[in-house]
């Protein structure tokens, strides 16, 4: 590849080209010890994580779906024995400038597969100072959205992704947009307890709304500030969120990708009026991501 579109001005308009994880070589499932989200944890604890073959059929199932739906799907080149899912927190678009994320030591290996889809040095790193995660960065039309860990006891824990050193380095990059930063609950053993990322908790919607968690989230003026960006607040309870029920995809303003086990929030959006494309992603889901998690979005146009 020699040339690649970049473009995204929010989370809501018609998807272009997206980057899909597909976990096709990821190995046999971490011990309990050595995993690192909740969600993973807890299923690895009971038995019901999820197999490499059936994660590897939902993604590619998903990868499906969105080429039906016009979207030019482009899958990261095959790292043996790297968990190649969440393509989400590899990198970041924002505007016309694909960030290179920062992630845990633990999935740095990740961007080894992204970035051959992209033109040599087409990405702009992070000063050393800064870590962030793609799932903790959410574009509106006026603001960038950043999931920030501002309690200091939760600094060192395994789910505290994005510091709060991210938010000066974006307002230096984008001073036309408002950067702000919203403070999630963090725990490292309980997924009724901890938002991973900022998309585990907040999803704004391309009518106006969000779907939102408000038991995930530290400040409750930073709650009201979402409440003065949206018409509505669609809530979902902390179980809900835990199965990533906010963890949905704009296919374009109207229409989204969800899990068709979401049987109360498809109705709700449905009622809203808009158009949902079911697509199971339970398996995947076991391993702490859904539809935002595992996509990067390189292109949509309004």
Same mark, same amino acid.
């Given at each position: 590849?020699?040339?690649?579109?970049?473009?995204?001005?929010?989370?809501?308009?018609?998807?272009?080209?997206?980057?899909?994880?597909?976990?096709?070589?990821?190995?046999?499932?971490?011990?309990?010890?050595?995993?690192?989200?909740?969600?993973?944890?807890?299923?690895?604890?009971?038995?019901?994580?999820?197999?490499?073959?059936?994660?590897?059929?939902? *993604? #590619?199932?998903?990868?499906? +779906?969105?080429?039906?739906? %016009?979207?030019? !799907?482009?899958?990261?080149?095959? =790292?043996?024995?790297?968990?190649?899912?969440?393509?989400?927190?590899?990198?970041?678009?924002?505007?016309?400038?694909?960030?290179?994320?920062?992630?845990?030591?633990?999935?740095?290996?990740?961007?080894?597969?992204?970035?051959?889809?992209?033109?040599?040095?087409?990405? *702009? #790193?992070?000063?050393?100072? +800064?870590?962030?995660?793609? %799932?903790?960065? !959410?574009?509106?039309?006026?603001? =960038?959205?950043?999931?920030?860990?501002?309690?200091?006891?939760?600094?060192?824990?395994?789910?505290?992704?994005?510091?709060?050193?991210?938010?000066?380095?974006?307002?230096?990059?984008?001073?036309?947009?408002?950067?702000?930063?919203?403070?999630?609950?963090?725990?490292?053993? #309980?997924?009724?307890?901890?938002?991973?990322?900022?998309?585990?908790?907040?999803?704004?919607?391309?009518?106006?709304?969000?779907?939102?968690?408000?038991?995930?989230?530290?400040?409750?003026?930073?709650?009201?500030?979402?409440?003065?960006?949206?018409?509505?607040?669609?809530?979902?309870?902390?179980?809900?969120?835990?199965?990533?029920?906010?963890?949905?995809?704009?296919?374009?303003?109207?229409?989204?990708?969800?899990?068709?086990?979401?049987?109360?929030?498809?109705?709700?959006?449905?009622?809203?009026?808009?158009?949902?494309?079911?697509?199971?992603?339970?398996?995947?889901?076991?391993?702490?991501?859904?539809?935002?998690?595992?996509?990067?979005?390189?292109?949509?146009?309004?």
């Amino acid at each position: 590849m020699t040339s690649v579109d970049l473009h995204i001005p929010n989370e809501w308009s018609t998807l272009r080209k997206v980057v899909l994880g597909h976990g096709r070589d990821m190995g046999p499932p971490p011990v309990l010890q050595e995993a690192y989200d909740p969600t993973s944890k807890w299923h690895l604890a009971r038995g019901t994580f999820p197999r490499q073959d059936d994660v590897a059929k939902q *993604l #590619d199932g998903l990868s499906e +779906v969105l080429a039906a739906e %016009g979207v030019e !799907v482009l899958r990261p080149h095959n =790292i043996a024995g790297v968990e190649q899912i969440f393509a989400r927190d590899v990198g970041v678009v924002i505007d016309g400038v694909f960030i290179r994320s920062r992630t845990i030591d633990e999935r740095s290996q990740e961007w080894e597969g992204v970035a051959p889809l992209l033109p040599k040095g087409h990405w *702009l #790193d992070l000063p050393a100072d +800064v870590q962030l995660e793609g %799932g903790d960065v !959410v574009v509106t039309g006026d603001a =960038i959205l950043v999931g920030i860990t501002r309690n200091k006891a939760w600094l060192d824990l395994q789910v505290a992704r994005t510091t709060a050193s991210a938010l000066d380095f974006l307002k230096q990059q984008f001073p036309h947009r408002a950067v702000v930063g919203i403070a999630l609950s963090k725990d490292d053993e #309980d997924p009724l307890k901890c938002a991973l990322h900022l998309d585990c908790a907040y999803m704004p919607l391309g009518g106006g709304e969000a779907i939102v968690c408000p038991a995930f989230f530290e400040e409750e003026s930073e709650l009201g500030y979402l409440n003065s960006l949206h018409t509505t607040l669609i809530e979902v309870s902390a179980q809900e969120a835990a199965q990533l029920q906010t963890n949905l995809l704009h296919l374009a303003p109207d229409t989204l990708l969800i899990d068709p086990q979401f049987e109360r929030l498809s109705q709700v959006l449905q009622d809203k009026g808009y158009r949902l494309v079911h697509c199971p992603m339970d398996c995947v889901g076991r391993m702490g991501g859904l539809f935002r998690c595992t996509t990067l979005p390189l292109l949509r146009r309004d």
